[in-house]
């Protein structure tokens, strides 16, 4: 496998070489390439991404990415965007369950869902006009985004329990009408069971009773708030690992960002990364690596080994370094 390895700004440059560690001690032929990009970059040369970044990533299998800073600068493109869409990335899946054992807010711990977020479009579409008075942000929907993240969305809950919650807005926003009657349409033709529910008040649900959802699809910006707030039903930001899907590119990121709060300091939390790094052997189908690596998660947490997000001593490089050595003695 050909992986281009991007560890970005803040703590995508604790994370990434943690989950790194974890990947060579699964003693894989993979031949990492090193993708320097972001905020970082961006203030040294004037360019968060160049098109040769771009090229280096599409000569790869997949990419692995850590995090980059987006400052709220009207002249800086946001980094992640431009991949999305020059990857063409268009579903970013989610999976949020618990592993114990971390507590999240609920003492119940039965709740296993994936949000499947489109990726391209909707708020995030890039299309801005900025000015002094006023600034307008275009929310595009198109058929055609929202067939292919209605099938893939389908597909998933083929796999798992035929049930699929729609999520939207669209008794306001009316573009989100047409999500939804294609999300409908395609769930119909494929004989899932579905239901839809209004953004806000999902909100609500998701977070009280997740239990009752499993695959739920959604527009950009809604997938991207509703998943941020699972993070608090597991246990934290430092936990939530991500994949985005293209029809030729695949991308694997912690959902959270750079956290540069807590950046230099070596207490980030690793998991989500490593757990993005699981995804990953998933999808290139290392499938007994990547139930090796949960089998090592699971080990450490129970063993204790975490860091201060979830009341541990451990710092990131000790949690990476502990979960590759247990690897490497199960391998031997
Ligand atoms: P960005 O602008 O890059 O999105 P942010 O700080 O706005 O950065 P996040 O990076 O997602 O957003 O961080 C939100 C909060 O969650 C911060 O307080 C951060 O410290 C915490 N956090 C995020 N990721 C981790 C992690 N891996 N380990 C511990 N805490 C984390």
Redesign the pocket.
């Known amino acids: 496998m050909k992986l281009a390895v991007v560890e970005g700004?803040?703590?995508g440059k604790e994370?990434i070489p943690a989950t790194i560690e974890v990947l060579d001690s699964l003693g894989l032929d993979i031949e990492k390439i090193p993708v320097e990009l972001g905020y970082g970059k961006w203030e040294r040369t004037g360019s968060a991404i160049t098109d040769e970044d771009i090229s280096v990533m599409k000569s790869c299998d997949c990419v692995l990415f850590g995090?980059?800073?987006?400052p709220p600068d009207p002249n800086y493109k946001s980094v992640l965007l431009t991949i999305r869409k020059e990857l063409d990335m268009y579903a970013n899946i989610r999976p949020i369950h618990p592993l114990p054992p971390v507590k999240g807010i609920h003492e119940r711990n039965d709740f296993n869902f994936i949000i499947v977020r489109e990726n391209t479009e909707g708020l995030y579409s890039g299309i801005e006009d900025i000015g002094s008075d006023v600034s307008t942000t275009t929310r595009v929907i198109t058929r055609k985004g929202s067939k292919r993240i209605a099938d893939y969305a389908c597909k998933l809950a083929k796999n798992r329990m035929n049930k699929l919650t729609i999520v939207h807005k669209s008794n306001v926003i009316k573009s989100d009408k047409l999500f939804l009657d294609v999300c409908r349409q395609a769930a119909t033709d494929e004989g899932i069971l579905y239901m839809d529910e209004l953004v806000d008040s999902f909100a609500y649900k998701l977070i009280s009773s997740p239990w009752n959802y499993d695959v739920i699809v959604t527009t950009n910006l809604f997938g991207d708030i509703l998943s941020?707030m699972s993070?608090a039903l597991v246990g934290?930001?430092?936990?939530l690992p991500s994949a985005n899907i293209g029809d030729r590119y695949a991308f694997f990121e912690?959902?959270?960002?750079?956290?540069?709060?807590?950046a230099g300091r070596n207490?980030?939390?690793?998991?989500?990364?490593i757990l993005s790094l699981k995804m990953l052997l998933e999808w290139h189908g290392n499938i007994a690596e990547a139930a090796i690596v949960e089998e090592a998660l699971d080990t450490a947490l129970n063993m204790g080994v975490c860091?201060?997000?979830l009341g541990g001593r451990n710092t990131t490089s000790e949690v990476g370094n502990l979960i590759a050595k247990y690897i490497s003695t199960r391998m031997e």
Not at 267 to 273: E, H, K, V
């Open positions: 700004d803040g703590i994370v995090a980059v800073t987006t941020d993070g934290g930001l430092g936990l912690p959902v959270h960002g750079s956290a540069p709060d807590i207490i980030a939390n690793p998991i989500a990364a860091t201060p997000d």
